[in-house]
């Protein structure tokens, strides 16, 4: 694992075509995933998005993913819930926590990478495409 830190498309069972990275966005507010999908496809990424962990963890288990995006604070399971469930499955994926939380007070284990949501898509981006070079 990293230690670096820093401060909708429905589910398709079909994997990306073409090479394209396959980005699992997970997030509780619809108007955050619908957001983030349309930056992250305009960068050329498949996204996948799930509006909570339970259904997050089915997309995993039934969609080949590069790179998960999971915000903490959801109800039902939290983020670190469910990273802690996507690394005992496949470690290899990296995970970048987002969260409107400050850093210090959020349990880091099981993930890559954080990025707070106020530092905005270019550092989400830039996070992103460090990691996937090291996949």
Do not use: W
């Not at 509006?51 to 288990?61: C, H, S």
């Amino acid at each position: 694992m990293s230690q670096e830190r820093s401060r909708c498309r429905a589910f398709s069972p079909h994997p990306a075509k073409n090479g394209t990275k396959v980005i699992l966005s997970v997030d509780d507010e619809p108007g955050i995933l619908t957001s983030r999908q349309l930056i992250l496809e305009i960068e050329g990424y498949d996204v996948l998005s799930a509006g909570d962990g339970v259904q997050a963890l089915r997309i995993f288990t039934e969609q080949a993913i590069d790179l998960v995006l999971l915000d903490y604070l959801m109800p039902g399971m939290n983020g670190g819930a469910v990273a802690e469930r996507i690394k005992n499955r496949n470690p290899q994926v990296p995970i970048v926590l987002i969260s409107a939380s400050p850093v210090d007070e959020l349990p880091l284990v099981c993930i890559d990478c954080f990025v707070s949501k106020g530092d905005g898509p270019r550092v989400l981006l830039e996070k992103i495409k460090q990691l996937l070079a090291t996949v």
